[in-house]
């Protein structure tokens, strides 16, 4: 999923994240839940909307749990 995106997409609005900047601190810091990518980042810790499509009820294009999910199997950005 995350191949479809460049690194500068944003995935959090209320923190200002990039795609970029959560694969790197999930690389760097080898983050392994979505809790430590929030934890570490920030993203998800206001509305919560770019958590998971739970979260957002739909309305994001790519969640954390997306982005984890597809770093740990491999998978990089556009």
Do not use: P
């Amino acid at each position: 999923m995350i191949e479809k995106f460049s690194d500068d997409f944003e995935v959090c609005e209320c923190r200002g994240l990039s795609l970029g900047e959560i694969v790197n601190a999930i690389k760097e810091y080898d983050l392994e839940s979505v809790e430590e990518i929030m934890e570490q980042t920030d993203a998800g810790t206001a509305c919560g909307s770019c958590v998971s499509i739970k979260e957002s009820g739909g309305d994001k294009e790519l969640h954390l749990e997306d982005i984890l999910r597809d770093i740990k199997k491999g998978l990089t950005t556009a």
